[in-house]
């Protein structure tokens, strides 16, 4: 009788953990903005920024986050790596790529988890088929050529021991392939590389993999813990001023599995890079995570 009743009491439990996630599973994420100036721009251009998917589902066929980037009307979608999870079948995550794709231009790079899945190079052909760009130590042209948008794979993707050789060299190519002049953009999945980024010639790096530190505590703490980081991580998420001319926006990420996120939702990262003048990044530490 005991038993009986334990297994009622379980299988209530595990009916209301799947209505909630099924309700989490439709809710929009948070749209984050963040306003970034320039004496180099003329006009402003507008990213949406999806880091750290995993593979996750937002509404029946991904509707609830494509609304979400749809009605920020971004000139270009830029994904930061972990889209695609290795422990979670990929179909929706491939189904948001092709969505966003025929609707923006798509420009991406890979991450950690996507490297563990062993099928990297068949990930990026998809890609490519469904539209993306797929940034590996590449430089192209937006905005009439005002702005480079440059890219690097994850370490992870480098052979053993090799990582930091092949990445160094994948951000070499961008450092010289960018145009002269130019707004410099570089899209890189982990923040923690900063001593590298400082010295890319980057006017922006956008990352994700941190995924905010999962925990935070409003006024006092930007995020616990983060790969790489360890625990009180500086890089969790929110905007950082790395030297005088490079700043860095780290994206909270879109996952919602393993690990629970605590004061910490995922968010949605829409970039306006707008004309000198323009209103800029606000003063807020918490949200933007300013050293």
């Known amino acids: 009788m005991k038993s009986t009743k334990n297994y009622v009491v379980a299988a209530g439990i595990a ?3 799947l ?14 903005r963040y306003p970034i100036s320039s004496d180099k721009l003329s006009a402003p251009m507008r990213f949406a920024v999806i880091a750290d998917l995993h593979s996750c589902r937002y509404g029946p066929c991904q509707k609830t986050l494509i609304a979400a980037v749809k009605k920020e009307n971004p000139d270009a979608v830029l994904f930061a790596g972990d ?22 231009p798509c420009y991406y790079v890979s991450g950690n988890h996507e490297f563990r899945t062993g099928h990297i190079d068949a990930i990026k052909r998809k890609l490519r088929l ?4 797929v940034l590996e130590g590449d430089t192209v042209a937006l905005s009439d050529g005002e ?35 130019a707004y410099r953009i570089l899209l890189s999945h982990r923040p923690e590389r900063v001593q590298a980024y400082a010295k890319s010639g980057a006017d922006l790096v ?42 860095m926006v780290v994206s909270r990420g879109l996952s919602r599995i393993r690990l629970p996120r605590i004061f910490n939702p995922p968010e949605l990262v829409v970039i306006d890079l707008l004309p000198a003048g323009g209103k800029d990044i606000p003063q807020d530490p918490i949200r933007a995570g300013r050293d």
């Open 15 to 17: 009916a209301f953990s």
């Open 19 to 32: 209505i909630l996630l099924d309700k989490a599973s439709k809710k929009a994420p948070k749209t984050v």
């Open 83 to 104: 889209i695609v999870d290795d422990q979670i079948p990929p179909d929706d995550a491939y189904l948001l790529f092709r969505r966003l794709a025929k609707a923006f």
């Open 130 to 133: 469904f539209g993306v760009t």
């Open 147 to 181: 702005i480079a948008l440059s890219g690097v794979d994850d370490p992870a993707c480098f052979s053993k021991g090799s990582d930091r050789f092949g990445w160094r060299r994948e951000l070499e190519r961008c450092r010289r392939a960018a145009m002269p002049g």
């Open 206 to 247: 956008v990352c994700g993999h941190a995924h905010g530190g999962q925990v935070r505590i409003p006024f006092l703490l930007n995020g616990l813990y983060a790969p790489k980081q360890g625990l009180f991580p500086k890089y969790a998420g929110g905007y950082y001023r790395l030297t005088e001319k490079t700043a």
